[in-house]
């Protein structure tokens, strides 16, 4: 973004004209201008907490330029130029649309497991009844699920069919969901 510098030919007052505001400090420039310019921000946002951010924004950039404008009768503008190019490039990159709702969507329960102890007689308990599968579904559950390999990986790895690995898997699943240790529950018929 280029810095406008707004210089007269003459730097001398002339008579008659309203004279210049002069802001010694970026502080007495936000003071003093704060309102107008939100006015602006909010004419570009149609929510006021956005056109906060997007006056903040606006206000850090000119901050950072304040040294280097010369003529501080165009600090509105710069400001003004600022908030709409900020305001231009968070449309441009903004690719979801938010969307009220009258209901948040609520996550799905996550079993509450929170004390170690407990998370490690699950694990104990998992692997207690993975040992009890036979070798080669034991094998194909491991690599599936703990080394995270594919079907056709799996098959590769122990030199078997993809059709192979899969219904031995769906085999060993089904003795795990049965395993008394993991599923407390009794079974229903």
């Given at each position: 973004?280029?810095?406008?510098?707004?210089?007269?030919?003459?730097?001398?007052?002339?008579?008659?004209?309203?004279?210049?505001?002069?802001?010694?400090?970026?502080?007495?420039?936000?003071r003093?201008?704060?309102?107008?310019?939100?006015?602006?921000?909010?004419?570009?946002?149609?929510?006021?907490?956005?056109?906060?951010?997007?006056?903040?924004?606006?206000?850090?950039?000119?901050?950072?330029?304040?040294?280097?404008?010369?003529?501080?009768?165009?600090?509105?503008?710069?400001?003004?130029?600022?908030l709409?190019?900020?305001?231009?490039?968070?449309?441009?990159?903004?690719?979801?649309?938010e969307?009220?709702?009258?209901?948040?969507?609520?996550?799905?329960?996550?079993p509450?497991?929170?004390?170690?102890?407990?998370?490690?007689?699950?694990?104990?308990?998992m692997?207690?009844?993975?040992?009890?599968?036979?070798?080669?579904?034991?094998?194909?559950?491991?690599l599936r699920y703990?080394?995270?390999?594919?079907?056709?990986?799996?098959?590769?790895?122990?030199?078997?069919?993809?059709?192979?690995?899969?219904?031995?898997?769906?085999?060993?699943?089904?003795?795990?969901?049965?395993?008394?240790?993991?599923?407390?529950?009794?079974?229903?018929?």
């Open positions: 973004m280029t810095t406008p510098v707004c210089t007269s030919a003459s730097t001398a007052a002339v008579p008659g004209a309203p004279q210049a505001l002069a802001y010694p400090s970026f502080a007495s420039y936000v003093a201008r704060r309102p107008v310019l939100l006015r602006t921000a909010r004419s570009l946002t149609a929510n006021p907490s956005d056109a906060e951010d997007l006056l903040q924004t606006a206000l850090t950039k000119t901050y950072v330029a304040w040294e280097r404008i010369e003529d501080h009768r165009a600090l509105d503008g710069y400001v003004r130029r600022a709409l190019n900020t305001r231009t490039s968070q449309w441009r990159k903004r690719k979801v649309d969307f009220s709702c009258e209901e948040l969507p609520e996550p799905e329960p996550v509450d497991v929170a004390d170690p102890a407990e998370r490690q007689a699950l694990r104990d308990a692997w207690r009844a993975i040992m009890k599968l036979p070798a080669r579904q034991r094998a194909m559950v491991v703990y080394e995270d390999l594919s079907e056709a990986q799996t098959a590769e790895v122990l030199g078997v069919s993809v059709g192979t690995v899969k219904s031995a898997v769906s085999r060993a699943l089904g003795k795990l969901r049965e395993d008394p240790e993991l599923n407390p529950e009794p079974t229903r018929s």
